[in-house]
Nanobody, 121 residues
Framework: QGDLVESGGGSVQPGGSLKLSCAAS????????MAWFRQVPGKEREGVAA???????RYLDSVQGRFTISQDNGRNNLYLQMNDLKPEDSAMYFC???????????????WGQGAQVTVSS
């Protein structure tokens, strides 16, 4: 069992929906910034959505209004609801966590193993 474990990836047609889940180990503090990233082979990893411990959320422009990041009350599980999926959303999705608030630059300390999302007709 890793620090963060994703589930819920899969294949879907354009316009469909998927929900990713990420289970966090208990030692990942409730004060952490939790986020979702995605990466396509040959391209840089990009941040998709992030949530601070105070509930403030941030989204990549291209997913704003289609994706929703959320957590359960205990902050042990992070979710990414993805609606109206497009072929360009296809990627390996990773959840990540760090002690520094989301609005600051810098790296993430904890990473999941990734969940593949494929959007095609």
């Amino acid at each position: 069992q890793g620090d963060l474990v994703e589930s819920g990836g899969g294949s879907v047609q354009p316009g469909g929906s998927l929900k990713l889940s990420c289970a966090a180990s208990t030692y990942i503090s409730t004060s952490y910034c939790m986020a979702w990233f995605r990466q396509v082979p040959g391209k840089e990893r990009e941040g998709v959505a992030a949530m601070d411990s105070d509930g403030v959320t941030r989204y990549l422009d291209s997913v704003q209004g289609r994706f929703t990041i959320s957590q359960d009350n205990g902050r042990n599980n992070l979710y990414l609801q993805m609606n109206d999926l497009k072929p360009e959303d296809s990627a390996m999705y990773f959840c990540a966590a760090r002690a520094v608030p989301c609005g600051y630059g810098g790296t993430f300390n904890y990473w999941g193993q990734g969940a593949q999302v494929t959007v095609s007709s």
